[in-house]
C-alpha cells in the first residue's frame, strides 16, 4: 500500500491567492482527516469525514477554509483567500475507525503564504 | 475538558541510555487509547504504541513500551537503548471512541536529542 499521499510537498504563494491541498487516503479507511502544525499552537484537527461526509469542521478556523471529500479516495482543503497567518505544516491522515486505530499520516504539505 | 500535557519541551539523553517522556492527560471517559508518535526532522508522523484504557498489561513495541498508571492518568514512553536516529520530536495522543464526536487530541510534543 502506498500510504496516505499528500500534494503538493511544499506550497509557496502570495497573500490574497487560492491554495488547494490535495489527499489520497489508504484504500478501505472511512475516516479522513485534515490537521495543521504550527509551532505556536502544535497539531490541530481541522476537520474529518467518515465516509466521505464530513462529521466535525469546528477546527476550521475560518470561513476561507473550506474541505471537501468527493469520493473515498479524494479530499481536498482550499484556503481562499490565504494569508500569511495561514503559513504551517498541513497533515491528512486517515484510518479504518475512529478511536481504537492508528492514524495514518501523509507526509504534509509546508505551506508558506508572503 | 478532555487534555493532554506533555510538560518536557525538551529533552538530552546519552545514547545507549534509556529516556523517559511524560505524558499526562485529562479526561472523565471511562474508555480511551492512548497513542505516542515521532516526528523526525524529516516530518513524518510515525506511530509508535498504543495503550487501550481497559488493558491490564503495559503496551510494548520492540524498543518502545508505555508506562500507563490509569489512577495517575499518566502514560509515559520508555525507550530503553536510545540510538541516535531517536532524535524527534514525541507526540502523546488520546482517543475517545465511545464519544464519538472527538478523534485524536495530540499533547504539545517533546523533543529528544540523543547525544553520543
Known sequence: DAGVIQSPRHEVTEMGQEVTLRC????????????????????????????????DDSGMPEDRFSAKMPNASFSTLKIQPSEPRDSAVYFCASSFSQGYEKLFFGSGTQLSVL | AQKITQTQPGMFVQEKEAVTLDCTYDTS??????????QPSSGEMIFLIYQ???DQQNATEGRYSLNFQK?????NLVISASQLGDSAMYFCAMSF?????????????????VIA
Do not use: C
Not at chain 1, 489508504?26 to 466521505?52: A, C, K, P, V
Open chain 2, 97 to 113: 471512541p465511545l464519544s464519538g464526536n472527538t478523534p485524536l487530541v495530540f499533547g504539545k510534543g517533546t523533543r529528544l536529542s
Open chain 2, 29 to 38: 471517559d471511562p474508555s480511551y487509547g492512548l497513542f505516542w508518535y515521532k
Open chain 1, 24 to 55: 489520497k487516503p489508504i484504500s478501505g479507511h472511512d475516516y479522513l482527516f485534515w490537521y495543521r502544525q504550527t509551532m505556536m499552537r502544535g497539531l490541530e484537527l481541522l476537520i474529518y469525514f467518515n465516509n466521505n461526509v464530513p462529521i
Open chain 2, 71 to 75: 489512577a495517575r492518568k499518566s502514560a
Open chain 2, 52 to 54: 487501550g484504557s481497559y
